[in-house]
């Protein structure tokens, strides 16, 4: 009857209560199985982007390391984001402000401190040198594109090994990505990435005490505007 208030709905019952209980909890099991490895540890007041392990820079361990940027795995993971930028009109390149876009994602979902501004400067620097000195080159190949994110996962992991790497990358696509209505993958908005917390998926992480207060020469370039090389979250 026209006017007249709708019935109040009925207070959840205990099953319906229940079943919003257990899919809050299966929600935290899937985020926690998203935070990345240097996110389950406690490492004191500093930042992970602000710290390093000199023992990494030695020659053999940079071999190591560079030697896992030509594994399949790695690649394969790597490839994921490529597949979801959108190209020029050639199909094989993307443009610089695709490149921005996809790095200010992976910065918000890194980083805590997230600004809107640092990030773009980040990105632009990013860009410069991924594309290898070309200059001010416009686009990027898919070769630059997937180096990077390599370099990214080399930077923002705890051990070295091609399950730690591909594994990072894999979480980094699914924390930056989501299926549309149409059942495809696509980039998120910016406003929905963010970076986890263990209070938020009950984790308790933790202490790590092997990891050095100071930053290695090669995890955080003295007088770079971005500490670390790639694409952002201090590169990231």
Known sequence: ML??????????????????????????NVQRELLFAFETIVTGNIPYYEQGNK???????????????????????????????????????????????????MNKALRDDFDQDRSLELALHDFERDCKGRGKAAVM????????LLELADLWTLEIGWREYAAFLSKLFLRITEVNEEGNREFKHIDDVKPLTTDEVDFKPPRDEKLLDEPSHDQHHDNDPNPNPNPSPNNP
């Open 3 to 28: 006017g007249r208030q709708p019935p109040a709905s009925p207070a959840p019952d205990a099953d319906e209560r229940r079943m919003w209980k257990e899919l809050e909890d299966i929600e935290r």
């Open 55 to 105: 023992a990494y820079d030695s020659p053999d361990i940079k071999r190591e390391r560079e030697e896992l940027y030509g594994h399949e795995k790695c690649l394969e993971a790597a490839r994921r984001f490529w597949t979801l930028l959108e190209k020029d009109r050639g199909g094989s390149r993307i443009t610089k402000q695709e490149y921005v876009n996809a790095h200010q994602l």
């Open 141 to 148: 190949s898919e070769a630059e594109y997937v180096e990077g």
